[in-house]
């Protein structure tokens, strides 16, 4: 797996921390493989275009990954928690009035997973 840039703190909401499992995915390029799901690198022209759009529905988001099975929906940290274990957000682009969370990183890598199994 490759390694990945996370945004930079002066892209984050004051107080905000990443979970420390991304930060050392990000760091070593060491992580499960979650394919159909990709991790989001900060500075590649992906990673600016979900930044960009990370507050198009009012909410607070910092993207970190996206899915590539048709549903094109990304995993967003929620910039509002700074417990240093946010809730993800996912941000769904299409007009599908689809919603959903996950509690945590936690939460979000296990389902990520069982994508990946199918």
Not at 14 to 23: D, H, R
Not at 51 to 80: E, M, T
């Amino acid at each position: 797996m490759a390694k990945f840039e996370l945004y930079a703190a002066e892209q984050l909401p004051q107080g905000f921390e990443f979970p420390a499992e991304i930060k050392d995915f990000a760091a070593t390029g060491k992580h499960p493989d979650l394919g159909p799901w990709w991790f989001i690198d900060a500075n590649s022209r992906a990673g600016k275009l979900a930044y960009s759009a990370r507050q198009h529905d009012g909410r607070n988001l910092i993207p970190f990954a996206k899915v590539d099975d048709g549903r094109g929906d990304v995993a967003c940290f929620d910039g509002d928690d700074l417990s240093g274990d946010p809730k993800v957000l996912m941000l769904v682009l299409d007009d599908s009035g689809r919603s959903y969370s996950f509690t945590n990183f936690s939460q979000w890598k296990a389902a990520a997973l069982k994508d990946a199994a199918n």
